[in-house]
């Protein structure tokens, strides 16, 4: 007699657990105080992010072999995850050098956004850290603004694993979220970046540059000029690649990697076979009852 076949599910993002939850809130928030200290640093501070890089990046790689490592505990998960966290990050590293340099043109955003989206968050930030970190490896790009990137395209993947509806909006619709989840989230990676090498830049002009020690308040009034002087353009051409690439490729590449985690099983639930480990019952003699007759 042929059993009916089993119901396909459908592939989920990686839930964040709490133990993955707490190592990504300590990412965060180092990452925020490594952008953000020095709009709250007096003028005698010495302000100098390239000696902030080599501690940022101390502390980022455990963190994230912390979150790997979480994640995988929380979820059941074997090393068939971390094996296609590889593949996707070797295939990131190898798109950034097709646009770099061009008019800010960098396939990779859109093949992490549909990551992120399918692994989850906590993979998702894991993937775009370890994809800028090959990229540079690949491109010489290794500097003091390393660190501060792969930290940039971690939540960058990481708000792709975050929008809603991962079970329900699907086909068209989730290709348009994604989309303009993609193009904002361009825009807020070249800011971000800005922030880092802004305040480094001295000798601008006085309604775009840094000015150490004074209010925050200005001196965002003074970054977002400097942004809109200098930066639109390039996050614009990164902004459209990423909407053209997740709206042409974006249905068949996520049904790929959906398809990749339904046979890795990644979201699959950890059971135990009470049969397994247990001696049988012994049988009873024939003719004996208990009371001796």
Known sequence: MNRPARPVRPARPVRIGPRAA????????????????????????GLAHSQDAPWLFAALLPLLVAVVVATIADNGMDAKAVAMLGVLAAVGAALRPLG????????????????????????????????????ALLTGGVGPWMPFQMLAMGWFALGAGLLPGSERIRGRAELLMLATYGFAGSFAYGT??????????????????????????????????????????????????????????????LKALRRAT???????????????????????EKGTNGSGG
């Open 22 to 45: 707490v190592a990504l809130v300590l990412v965060t928030l180092i990452g925020i105080a490594a952008f953000g200290w020095p709009l709250l640093a007096d003028r005698q501070s």
């Open 100 to 135: 770099a340099g061009t008019a800010g043109l960098e396939p990779m955003f859109f093949l992490l956004v549909l990551s992120g989206r399918v692994l989850g968050p906590g993979f998702g930030f894991v993937l775009g850290s370890v994809t800028m970190f090959a990229s």
């Open 192 to 253: 971000i970046m800005n922030l880092q090498g802004w305040v480094l830049l001295q000798g601008m002009g006085q309604g775009i540059s840094f000015h150490p020690g004074e209010p925050v308040t200005a001196n965002l009034a003074r970054f977002a000029a400097y942004c809109l002087a200098t930066s639109v353009g390039w996050d614009l051409g990164r902004a459209v690649l990423t909407v053209v690439l997740t709206l042409a490729l974006g249905a068949t590449l």
């Open 262 to 284: 339904r046979k890795a099983a990644f979201d699959a639930p950890v059971s135990f076979d009470p049969g397994i480990g247990t001696a049988p019952e012994p049988a009873l």
